[in-house]
């Protein structure tokens, strides 16, 4: 089977696409030419010589672009080894915040809202975590990465969170959280999104669409939690998985004419294989609709990481386990 490329793809049809579509982000131009020009000696290249054979070898210069499957792929890689050093050395539970569909295009039409997803995720668990105990006001290790696209690349900003099932409290060292009750987390995501919402965009604007959620989401916004991650080995592989990774793996690309290109995915809601196929032009605004703006930070550290080491220093505090 022929192996198609975004960067083909790309290649074919990114000048015509850019011509003719209006309001294209500077940063999308910038990081598709990246992925056009990867590996490509005239944008630079290292020269080896050999000093047994005198042969030279040129090793072209990779785009360093998060957008590109090649280099993304690396970036991933690299950036999982370095979180897996910062987690606590405990079991961890892998949560997905969701947003209705009504939500999605005000994350995408004022980008800098992708801010309050992070926000408010965080602020979900740390205060349950504080209405648990507010003397010791306990805090979780928490990272959070933000995904823009669903399975078929359409807009659906989420948040993937890493939380470890425990926390340092102020005087307690360590005590575990196991039971996490997911109905009020939802009906909790729910509402401090919101009001977070609103304190930005203003109640005369946002005040009577916030009540229309409410009315069609009774039972809060979807919160997902999949099974503990007990071990280094599985942490480090979800956090491969679930951070910095570019929206679509070029596996999935089964056909490419020139005209249309024909991708498959795994429905979310019952695991069944779609295929679809979609103009090419389409299947590029799919892709470059979810490049960050320049200098937006996709993963978020919150809680406790380093500190947690710094309070087990204290010789006096007492260990709890729950």
């Known amino acids: ?63 360093k672009s998060r957008f590109c499957n090649c280099c993304g792929i690396k970036y991933q890689q690299q950036r999982a080894l370095s979180l897996s050093a910062k987690l606590i050395n405990c079991k961890h539970r892998h949560i997905v915040f969701t947003i209705p569909f009504e939500l999605r295009f005000i994350f995408r039409k004022n980008r800098k809202l992708l801010n309050v997803l992070f926000k408010s995720a965080s602020q979900t668990f740390l205060d349950w975590f504080y209405s648990l105990n507010k003397s ?48 009020m987390l ?22 009577s669409f916030k009540n229309f959620i409410y009315s069609h989401t009774k039972d809060g916004f979807y919160v997902y939690a999949k099974p503990s991650l007990s071990s280094s080995y599985d942490v480090v592989n979800y956090i491969i998985r679930y951070i910095s990774r570019p929206a679509m793996a070029q596996s999935r690309i089964i056909d490419y004419d020139g005209s249309f290109v024909t991708f498959w995915y795994q429905r979310h809601e019952d695991n069944k294989k779609i295929i679809e196929k979609i103009p090419v032009f389409e299947f590029i605004q799919r892709l470059i609709i979810h490049i960050p703006d320049e200098q937006f930070k996709m993963l978020r550290y919150c809680g406790n990481f380093m500190s947690f080491f710094n309070i087990y220093c204290k010789k006096d505090i007492a ?4």
């Open 186 to 207: 939802r009906k909790k995501w729910q509402t401090t999104l919101l009001a977070n919402l609103e304190k930005i965009l203003g109640k005369s604007y946002f005040r």
């Open 136 to 183: 010791q006001n306990f805090k979780p290790g928490i990272i959070c990465a933000l995904h823009t696209f669903g399975r078929d690349l359409k807009w659906n900003p989420h948040i993937h969170m890493l939380i470890s099932e425990g926390a340092s409290g102020n005087s307690i060292v360590w005590k575990e959280f196991h039971h996490f009750p997911y109905l």
């Open 1 to 63: 089977m022929a192996k198609f490329t975004i960067k083909q793809i790309m290649s074919d049809h990114w000048d015509s696409f850019y011509l003719q579509t209006p309001n294209v982000r500077p940063v999308v131009n910038k990081e598709v030419l990246k992925i056009i020009n990867c590996q490509n000696p005239d944008f630079g290249h290292a020269l080896y010589l050999c000093e047994h054979c005198g042969k030279f070898k040129c090793v072209p210069f990779t785009c």
């Open 319 to 322: 260990y709890s386990s729950a």
